[in-house]
């Protein structure tokens, strides 16, 4: 597949709606993308412009300091002990990767990459740009033989579905029955909601729970961009299988994939900062009981939505029909169409907008509910 054979980018389809939005008298609320508002934490911002005198090159592989603070944090934040700086490698964001991992690991036509029914293009565009064939599929049991890579996500997005940890136990089975590199998109970790994820951290495809210390065939992926307000540093990392890590680190050298140096001064300020997260988390949660009483007032019911920056909800109609009703009430939100072909009722619903906008969405969808539309 050439890269002109892409379909048109599925945001300008929302463009109508956001401009029905735009028309409300008090304003639209934009809740479609998931693009933190937030400021970047001063911990953060201090060590970048500390670092700003990046005169030579920057190192692909990342600094060792940097690579010590990835280790380190796999360690306090997600329960992975052991890891070696050789099994660690930082990436320029974590979309960049999720789109070249088909290639970088020399996938081509007759080979399956797998990945969630309810899920952002992505995975579908990096396995099509090779010839490769993606395939969604959330149990292991279905996932055929020919797969050579599966990409799991948890928390999800758009759906906020956390795997535990017999969930990804059973992945890395199938995976290894099937020869399969696992890919586990991990960037919304931190944001556990209900039920056993608002008492116990989520786990990570590396827990020892899960792969018993054998990270052979296994990756996890994690992006700063939600956890610290880092998404215009492109500030990424990924972990695991230490033959993997190297091959990823030789292509990426040959093909100029580093990150800026002062971003990755950047990074390992941020890694080492648990205060400012706890502190998001907190204004996401606040965010969220605003919000969540609202939509289902509303008329909306929320599926899944454990974990994550979302809302994944129906009205039980097309979601361009719920698209319309929000758009007349001022809010723009994203369309189940845009994840898969399994959704085509479910709107996501975004936190990433400020205290007052949140509020704003919620006064409005209490005042009129679209069930009475």
Request: charged share 20%; with cysteine.
């Amino acid at each position: 597949m050439a890269v002109s054979d892409l379909a048109d980018y599925p945001w300008d389809a929302v463009a109508p709606y956001a401009r029905t939005a735009q028309a409300h008298p008090d304003g639209i609320v934009d809740l479609s993308i998931g693009s933190p508002v937030d400021p970047t934490p001063d911990v953060v911002a201090g060590a970048l412009r500390a670092a700003t005198d990046a005169h030579a090159y920057p190192q692909t592989v990342g600094t060792p300091a940097l690579r010590e603070a990835v280790v380190a944090w796999y360690a306090r934040r997600r329960g992975v002990p052991g890891l070696s700086v050789d099994q660690v490698l930082p990436t320029v964001g974590s979309k960049e990767l999720v789109a070249l991992l088909p290639l970088l690991l020399g996938l081509g036509a007759g080979d399956v990459v797998v990945h969630p029914r309810a899920a952002y293009p992505t995975y579908e565009v990096g396995a099509r740009l090779v010839g490769a064939t993606p395939l969604p599929g959330d149990d292991p049991a279905d996932w055929p033989a020919g797969t050579r890579l599966v990409w799991l996500n948890s928390p999800g997005n758009p759906d906020g579905r956390v795997l535990g940890v017999a969930d990804l136990r059973a992945a890395v089975r199938r995976a290894r029955e099937l020869g399969a590199v696992l890919a586990s998109d991990e960037c919304y970790a931190e944001l556990g909601w209900d039920g056993e994820w608002a008492r116990t951290p989520v786990p990570s495809i590396l827990d020892p729970r899960v792969t018993d210390g054998d990270a052979t065939g296994i990756l996890s992926v994690y992006s700063l961009s939600k956890q610290s307000n880092l998404a215009g540093y492109r500030a990424a990392f990924l972990a695991g299988d230490r033959a993997i890590v190297a091959r990823l680190l030789t292509a990426r050298k040959h093909l100029g994939l580093m990150l800026p140096a002062p971003v990755q001064a950047a990074m390992t300020a941020a890694l080492g900062d648990d205060a400012h997260v706890a502190a998001q988390k907190e204004l996401y949660r606040a965010r969220r009981a605003v919000l969540r009483p609202a939509v289902e007032a509303t008329g909306l019911r929320i599926d899944h939505s454990e974990g994550g920056l979302y809302l994944w909800a129906t009205a039980g109609e097309d979601a361009w029909a719920t698209m319309g009703r929000l758009a007349e009430r001022g809010i723009l939100a994203g369309p189940g169409h845009f994840y898969g072909t399994g959704f085509p009722q479910h709107v996501r619903f975004s936190l990433t907008a400020s205290d007052e906008r949140i509020a704003a969405a919620a006064a409005r969808l209490t005042a009129s509910p679209l069930r009475d539309s």
